[in-house]
């Protein structure tokens, strides 16, 4: 190998140094700001002594180096990438050894089946086929099963898309829909699970008390009184409760270990179940009901089942007045497991639906259902409306549980093999369970017996536990564990999802929740969890509990089609799941089914679930913190985006539709300050809210040397908007000529039909002062906002504009000088302004002026007519301006503005003399009758002059002057130099007023005499911008800005519109 390729000692030892030097100061070469720029000699040795420290193979890329990663570390990082909630531990156990990576059936299969088959399985499976029949019953298990699995493909597609951390539909939502629609869910998602915990709770007091010890009822026969039955379930259900939670928060070691007992328990009872069925295929002989006509009995002795016996006769002859219809029908028994070669099947097939208080018989004869005369003896009734829509609600949670796998990722040996082969065999062996069930029963059972809820007619004995073999209570201690162990993994699984999404601070009050105990235990999250539980155990019926769960739940798995459904239509390049046997209509009709079922089940609980969903989205929008994930809602966002601006490129917006899009040139000062705040005030309160806002701001300079400045003052401006509430974007463009760059942010801005159409832009107080580069600069904007048919708003006197956060709303008037018509800009623009609750108390004034050739009532006729059309509310005046002379006065004031250019020019003097010149002229010539300005427009941030260095002492060939409202005059100019005063007096005698200027400083003048006298006390006056000179020439430039000057004297808030060449209001609806 040849010697400069070879890596000596001495250069390893140079690299760890290297490294530790650079890990001590946590500065890489991007940090380095435009302050901390070494010198170009450091730099080159840095580099030389640096280049040694680099892989020889890679000198090509030594600056990269220096802030990008080398592959081979990011590949490392990536391939110990690890992100879960930590699984349930002892806090007491020792430290386990590194566990072994699980496979398919034991991490993803097993854990889904024991999640899959619940307590409804055991304890209304059988009621749901009797009261909705075999055909019927099988559409609800698989409409059920069918969401399952359309949600279960979504969720294999989402789950394969790279890395999944644990925490179920959460995480997978809120990293693909964003953090919005990802709390929204993962809040459902928790709430889901907690009631279910309490919905197990219920059903396992349920299975002891009704079908274990009866006896142990503290209200009574509760076989009489459901209220009695209700009450005992929320009494035990709550000191269960309490047993549980001490459990998990005392013994989680206990429960994960409980889990794989009541797995073993689920999977004994189910084969139980079949081998029963089997076994009883003749039926069985032991288990008989006792029926009235076609009407079920309970608590009737089979010994006492006939009509010569007095037992009945006591109960429904009563004083020896039997009722009627114990009279007109015999008293049988019936068998009520007839086994599958009976023939029972075809009486099972059509549903049974009943109303509450209706007595369960065969049949739906009127006569034998309805309960005539208000007693119900010893006959069973329907305890709640049944329909096939309730009966979805109820079954549905017993195939909820199929996130069980996606929650174990982070123990998976290959999660994105595992989670679709495991969740979906799981889900298709389940479904095989329930599907053969529903023909099973229907084919086994005697109708009456299987709508018998609670086995009343067979002395209160679980109907799947008499189909069992070798005996019920096989099923009876089966069920029961498995209740149980459900219900702790829902106590233990709850509240570590909260904390997740605690921790995620997505909802701010959830923060106490995300801290642990000194355990390491969830402790504040479970106490919350058991709160919520105790809730639903109040409820007291599964029935009850079952359609509310259900509601959440479909809401998780709904989320879930349309996270997958969205993420496909968009395309979006990182949506590469390794599970490829998904379709975005298989998430779509996943998700019409979840909606549809919640629909049809429970509206008002559906109700419930979507407004808890919509609450905490708005929280979360509102007040959450804002998180970045990549979501697919922002790609939404960019497509809807694109296609909106693709749709405005095809023409340019009607009349109707035309709004202000405004740009706001903001100028800076030396601090990279905003140097008028309420310009962003203003902007707020004329788009109340809504439409387009961009601000700008020029900065003067070389881009590549003054980034960050640009960067900080980008910042300052965003922050600017956001106290302001300001909607919109702002940036900050460098350039080296603060004209330019203005010209070319305006040409360029915006997005297709998105682009801004008004500019606002600060009047230059100080263009007296600063001199021809500042109103150069104004008057150059000006003509380029033109050019671009865009229109021009200048507020003048702005640091007198109210604020948007008054809470004191101004009154007055807001007066609108309507002198030439630009498209109407002047009359939508006070409408706007009214619309914001700043100017919303104000009252719209508009003048207009008439020549003396005019009909000044029939202008005043025609434009009420007009307003009236606008449906616009404002009081009307016609100033009238007679031809008058041309004053002395208008003389004197052009021929001192002229005097000032030329004099200005000529002498050529730097900056503190001309002050001192241009104020000796003013005070002069103008006039002391004047009226006073009522309001000096000094620059609010100007600073005082400083004493300029030796540069001050050349020749300038601009003008650069100073105006009489931006500075005093000074007392004494007695060491004003003999050249000056000769200067001075042979320009006044030999200067004469040009026509041209004295024209338009006649009309500024008779105009600004006119609006002070009518809106000297107006909240806002609104006038047309005269447009700049056509010529490019600096005199007649300044003259122009002396000419707003004038016409704007004695105005505290002004503002100036120009129109950008198109109607922009109609009286057309």
């Known amino acids: 190998m040849p010697d400069r390729f070879q890596v000596t000692k001495a250069d390893e030892d140079t690299v760890l140094d290297y490294q530790h030097d650079e890990s001590a100061s946590g500065k890489l070469l991007g940090d380095i700001h435009d302050d901390e720029v070494p010198d170009s000699g450091d730099i080159h040795r840095d580099e030389e002594n640096q280049k040694s420290t680099i892989d020889p193979n890679l000198y090509l890329y030594d600056d990269d180096l220096a802030t990008r990663p080398h592959i081979s570390t990011f590949i490392s990082s990536i391939a110990n990438y690890e992100n879960t909630i930590p699984a349930a531990t002892d806090p007491d156990a020792k430290p386990a050894a590194p566990s072994a990576r699980m496979g398919t059936l034991i991490g993803v299969f097993l854990p889904c089946i024991q999640n899959i088959f619940g307590v409804i399985l055991f304890i209304r499976l059988t009621w749901v086929v009797g009261t909705a029949g075999a055909i019927c019953g099988f559409l609800i298990v698989l409409t059920c099963c069918c969401v399952t699995m359309l949600t279960a493909i979504s969720m294999s597609a989402i789950a394969t898309n790279g890395v999944v951390p ?83 928060f005392v013994g989680v070691k206990f429960v994960n ?66 009722e009627e219809y114990y009279l007109n029908n015999n008293v049988t028994k019936v068998k009520g497991i007839k086994g599958l070669s009976s023939g029972v099947f075809y009486d099972n097939i059509f549903p049974s639906f009943l109303e509450k208080g209706q007595f369960i018989s065969y049949g739906r004869n ?115 564990l498995s209740t149980l162990g459900a219900g702790l993994q829902s106590l233990t699984g709850a509240p570590r999802l909260l904390q997740a999404i605690a921790r995620d601070e997505i909802i701010p009050f959830l923060a106490p929740f995300a801290k642990s105990s000194s355990r390491g235990e969830p402790t504040r999250a479970l106490l919350l969890t058991i709160v919520i539980c ?179 003052a980008k910042n300052t401006l965003r922050k600017y ?32 039909g998105m682009k801004p159409n008004t ?130 006065y208008t003389y004197e004031r052009t021929l001192m503005m002229e005097q000032r250019n030329q004099m200005l020019r000529a002498l050529g003097l730097n900056k503190k003399e001309n002050s001192k010149v241009v104020q000796t002229i003013v005070d002069h010539h103008y006039d002391v009758t004047k009226t006073a300005s009522k309001v000096r427009f000094a620059d609010p941030t100007i600073e005082e002059i400083q004493n300029h260095d030796s540069q001050n002492d050349e020749k300038r060939n601009s003008i650069d002057s100073d105006g009489p409202e931006n500075l005093d005059a000074p007392e004494n100019l007695s060491n004003k130099d003999e050249s000056t005063e000769k200067a001075d007096d042979n320009i006044k005698s030999s200067v004469k007023p040009d026509e041209f200027n004295v024209r338009r400083m006649h009309t500024a003048i008779k105009l600004n005499e006119v609006i002070v006298e009518k809106s000297q006390d107006a909240q806002l006056v609104i006038m047309n911008l005269p447009g700049p000179p056509r010529e490019v020439r600096a005199e007649r430039e300044s003259n122009y800005m002396e000419f707003l000057e004038v016409l704007t004297e004695g105005l505290e808030k002004v503002l100036m519109v120009r129109g950008g060449g198109r109607e922009v209001i109609t009286i057309y609806s």
Request: glycine share 8%; hydrophobic share 45%.
């Open 166 to 248: 644990a925490g179920g539909s959460y995480f997978m939502i809120s990293r693909s829909l964003g953090p919005e629609f990802g709390g929204a869910v993962g809040m459902l998602f928790y709430t889901g699970t907690t009631l279910a915990a309490a919905m197990y709770i219920v059903g396992a007091v349920e299975i002891v008390l009704t079908y274990m010890a009866p006896w142990a009822s503290i209200f009574g026969d509760f076989t009489k009184d459901a209220d009695a039955m209700y009450n005992n379930f929320r009494v035990y259900g709550t000191l269960l409760l309490i047993f549980m939670g001490l459990i998990v």
């Open 257 to 322: 270990k409980f889990a794989t007992v009541a797995l073993a328990c689920v999977i004994l009872s189910i084969i139980a179940v079949y081998v029963g069925i089997f076994d009883n295929i003749n039926g069985n002989e032991k288990l008989y009901m006792c029926v009235l006509g076609k009407r079920l009995l309970k608590d009737i002795p089979l010994e006492n089942c006939t009509k010569d016996d007095s037992f009945l006769r006591d109960i429904y002859c009563p004083n020896n007045k039997c």
């Open 366 to 480: 009127s006569v034998d259902i309805e309960n005539v005369g208000g007693q119900s003896y010893n006959q069973i009734m329907a305890d709640i409306t049944t329909s096939f829509t309730l009966l979805i609600g109820i079954f549905f949670p017993s195939v909820t549980g199929i996130m069980a796998g996606s929650n174990r990722s982070g123990d998976l040996a290959d999660a994105q093999k595992s989670i679709p082969i495991g969740t979906i065999c799981a889900i298709l062996t389940t479904s095989t369970v329930y599907l053969s069930s529903v023909m099973f029963f229907a084919g086994t059972v005697d109708n009456l017996l299987l709508r018998d809820k609670f086995g009343q007619s067979i002395g209160g004995k679980l109907v799947v536990a008499n189909i069992a073999w070798p005996n019920q209570w096989v099923i009876l201690i089966g069920s029961f």
């Open 534 to 712: 105790q809730c639903g155990i109040l409820l007291g019926n599964v029935d009850l509990l079952a359609p509310l769960l259900s509601m959440f739940f479909l809401m998780c798995y709904g989320f879930v089609n349309l996270a997958c459904a969205v993420q496909t239509l968009l395309r979006t390049p990182n949506w590469r799941p390794r599970f490829k046997f998904y379709h975005w209509s298989l998430s779509l009709l996943g998700l019409t089914l979840c909606i549809s079922v919640m629909i049809m089940t429970s509206w008002y609980f559906a109700l419930i679930a979507m407004g808890m969903a919509i609450i905490i989205y708005k929280y979360i929008e509102y007040r959450g913190a804002e998180k970045e994930w990549g979501d697919g809602i922002r790609g939404m966002a960019l497509t809807a985006a694109r296609y909106s601006l693709l749709r405005l490129e095809e023409g340019p917006p009607h009349t109707k539709n035309w709004r202000p899009q405004i740009l706001v040139l903001s100028k800076l000062n030396d601090n990279l300050l905003p140097k008028y705040r309420k310009i962003f005030s203003f902007a707020t309160q004329l788009k109340a809210g809504k439409g387009l806002t961009i601000c700008v701001s020029v900065i003067k300079g070389d881009h590549t040397k003054i980034t960050n400045k640009a960067v900080d």
């Open 721 to 752: 908007m956001t106290d302001e509430k300001v909607k919109g974007f702002c940036d900050v463009l460098v350039a080296q000529e603060i004209g330019e760059g203005l010209s070319s942010v305006i040409q360029t801005i915006g997005l297709g």
């Open 759 to 888: 500019v606002i832009i600060g009047w230059p107080y100080s263009w007296r002062q600063e001199g021809r580069n500042s109103w150069k600069t104004f008057i150059q904007t000006v003509r380029t906002v033109a050019a671009c048919h865009m229109a021009l708003m200048v507020p003048k006197g702005i640091n007198f504009y109210p604020e948007s956060n008054h809470k004191v709303k101004i009154g007055g008037n807001i007066d609108i000088w309507w002198i030439v018509h630009d498209g109407g800009l002047l009359m939508l623009l006070p409408f706007l302004l009214k619309q914001h609750r700043t100017w919303r108390n104000c009252k719209l004034r508009i003048f207009t002026v008439a020549q003396i050739e005019d009909n000044s009532i029939q202008m005043k006729k025609d434009l009420k007519t007009f307003l009236y059309h606008l449906r616009i509310e404002a009081d009307v005046e016609v100033v009238e301006m007679n031809n008058s002379d041309i004053s002395a």
